[in-house]
Every structure is written in C-alpha cells, then in structure tokens.
Nanobody, 125 residues
Framework: QVQLVESGGGSVQAGGSLRLSCVHSGYTYDRNCIAWFRQAPGKEREGIAAIYTAGVITHYADSVQGRFTIFQDSAKNTISLQMNSLEPEDTAMYSC??????????????????WGQGTQVTVSS
C-alpha cells in the first residue's frame, strides 16, 4: 500500500524559507510521480510542483516558479520542496501526493491517487 508522510511545516516570517519533505513507499510500479499541493482556507486545492522520480522532469505553478524547488533527496524515497522568499499568500496546508507515471507528472494531466496527511505552513507579514 502506498504511503506518504510529510514533515517540515511550521511558521516563518515573510521572506523566510522552509523545506518540506515527503517520504513515500509501497509502490508496485517503478515509475511514479510525486507532487505537492496546497490548500488555503476558503480556497481550492492547487498543484504547485511535481517531479518524475525516475528522471529529472519537474513542473511548477506560476505562483511558485523561481521561489520553490522540488527535488529528490539523497534518500531515494524522499521528495523535498525547498520554499524560499515565502509570502503570506503561501500560507496553506501542504500535502504531497503520488501516482503512477503517465506521459506527464503535471497535476492537470491525471489525478493523483495517493495522499499524505499534510503539513501546515504559516507565513506572517
């Protein structure tokens, strides 16, 4: 059974940085996608970054491009999201999700099937 566990959330002032981690396991297939989503109170969930774990292909939402970096940690079952230049608008519950690779890992390509519990990020002004 696929499992995902997030960590690294917290509170930070605007302009600061945080690194989120997603430990994933339990796949029966060897090519998969991991993505980070976030949901702020009163807003729809949005995909913000995705990575193909068997390669180096990544995707970013316009709202985080240039500030956030998704990467595979030296521990191959960990995907991290480095978040720099954080803004109050980045305040949200952040979740990682997984699915089998199709022809793209972008969140608009195919729905993500497996989800972690989420970790809260709060950015104060």
């Amino acid at each position: 059974q696929v499992q995902l566990v997030e960590s690294g959330g917290g509170s930070v002032q605007a302009g600061g940085s945080l690194r989120l981690s997603c430990v994933h396991s339990g796949y029966t297939y060897d090519r998969n996608c991991i993505a980070w989503f976030r949901q702020a109170p009163g807003k729809e969930r949005e995909g913000i970054a995705a990575i193909y774990t068997a390669g180096v292909i990544t995707h970013y939402a316009d709202s985080v491009q240039g500030r956030f970096t998704i990467f595979q940690d030296s521990a191959k079952n960990t995907i991290s999201l480095q978040m720099n230049s954080l803004e109050p608008e980045d305040t949200a519950m952040y979740s990682c999700a997984a699915r089998a690779w199709s022809n793209s890992c972008h969140w608009d390509n195919l729905a993500y099937a497996y989800w972690g519990q989420g970790t809260q990020v709060t950015v104060s002004s």
